[in-house]
């Protein structure tokens, strides 16, 4: 009888260490499930409606004093909670906005952390420190599998021979994984996942370089349909650009990022949506935007803008030659002068 006894305890223990190591958010409406695995290694997965959207993946950051977040996690704590929050957005498309998620707040024994939310319009982490002193964050890994037979929208850079200097302009690339080129695509970057599509993105950047995406890095990565986060490295020297009055990268150093004391690093989102027309609707990205940081906006009235490069687009009728000179300019300054501003118009 001791014995058997001794046999339930050590099945239930054990039971709680496995459940222990799955952590789960639910969105508002239940559709959206998003767990996060700390089994020898840290990963996500999430599904909607009961279909893998995706699959389990691999996250984390690593530092330049070994430390490996991704790799055999320790948690020292966890929390669940539910959120409601009224977004006041003056500028935005509407004044203010409603959202909920659930949260997870995990905290590791190595000083750092992640947290996960789900809303009903999709999923979104971040990690973040509570170390004291300098961190130098040497990468922060992602390996998104969403399966190698899926459609993806890809928006590649348009200098492979140095894919970090661009101006963030292409056409999208309609293409399965596992037959997309290996150029760095930015984001935004859409993947058909058949019951519904999401959009990577990110939100709250700050002293931290953009992802960007590749896909076919190795035959895993080709097999499995993996996007792996490339990041830019920090830069080490500058240089400058007389011509167009600006500066670039000259050298870099072999990390992406450093920071001091407590931060939060970025979010990384996955916007999900059932149909196209609910993408540029979606709010993650403003909800998850750092808070206003200027304080009184009243005095901020927002107003027409063109871009002098385009400046000769589609103008027409003038007694002057259109382009990026002194009379287009003095055009434009009098027609946002002249022209009533409503809300609808911004």
Same mark, same amino acid.
């Given at each position: ?12 223990? #054990? ?16 559709? $959206? ?13 999430? @599904? ?20 490996? %977040? ?7 704590? /966890? ?20 959202? =909920? &998620? ?11 952390? #992640? ?17 004291? *002193? ?8 992602? =390996?998104? !599998?969403? *399966? ?17 200097? %661009?101006?963030?302009?292409? $056409? ?8 997309? @080129? ?8 859409? $993947? ?18 953009? %992802? ?6 190795? @035959? ?20 400058? &650009?007389?011509?167009? /009055? %600006? ?21 990384? #989102?996955?916007?999900?949506?059932? /149909?196209?027309? !609910? ?19 009243? +005095? #901020? @009235?927002? *107003?027409?803008?063109?871009?002098? +490069? +385009?400046?000769? +687009? ?14 287009? &300019? ?17």
């Amino acid at each position: 009888m001791v014995k058997k006894l001794f046999f339930i305890a050590t099945l239930l223990y #054990i039971g709680e260490t496995v459940s222990a190591e799955n952590y789960l958010v639910k969105s508002p409406d239940g559709k $959206i499930v998003a767990e996060l695995n700390t089994n020898k290694s840290l990963s996500l997965q999430f @599904k909607y409606n009961g279909s893998i959207l995706l699959q389990e993946s691999s996250i984390g950051v690593t530092l330049n004093d070994g430390t490996d %977040m991704g790799k055999n996690p320790k948690v020292a704590s /966890h929390k669940l909670s539910n959120h409601k929050e009224t977004i006041h957005a003056p500028f935005y498309r509407q004044q203010n906005f409603e959202t =909920a &998620y659930q949260e997870l707040n995990l905290k590791l024994k190595n000083g750092f952390g #992640i947290i996960l939310r789900a809303y009903d319009e999709g999923v979104a982490y971040r990690f973040y420190t509570q170390r004291k *002193g300098k961190t130098i964050i040497l990468n922060e890994t992602a =390996a998104y !599998q969403f *399966g190698k037979d899926k459609k993806a929208w890809l928006p590649y850079t348009t200098t492979p021979e140095k894919p970090f200097a %661009m101006a963030f302009q292409n $056409i999208y690339h309609e293409t399965r994984l596992d037959t997309a @080129k290996q150029d760095l695509a930015f984001l935004p970057a859409t $993947i058909d996942c058949g019951k519904a599509k999401v959009t990577i993105l990110e939100s709250d950047l700050e002293k931290y370089p953009g %992802m960007w995406l590749k896909a076919n890095s190795s @035959k895993e990565d080709q097999e499995k349909g993996i996007l792996r986060a490339v990041f830019a490295p920090y830069p080490k020297e500058m240089a400058y &650009y007389p011509w167009r /009055h %600006m500066s670039h990268v000259k050298s870099t150093c072999d990390y992406i990022a450093t920071s001091t004391g407590k931060r939060n690093y970025p979010w990384r #989102i996955f916007a999900i949506t059932e /149909h196209d027309t !609910q993408m540029p609707t979606n709010n993650l990205v403003y909800a998850l935007a750092a808070p206003n940081k200027i304080g009184d906006t009243s +005095w #901020i @009235k927002p *107003g027409k803008v063109a871009w002098d +490069w +385009w400046n000769d +687009w589609n103008l027409k009728g003038v007694d002057f030659k259109a382009g990026i000179n002194f009379d287009t &300019y003095k055009y434009y300054i009098d027609f946002a002068t002249s022209v009533p501003l409503k809300r609808d118009d911004y």
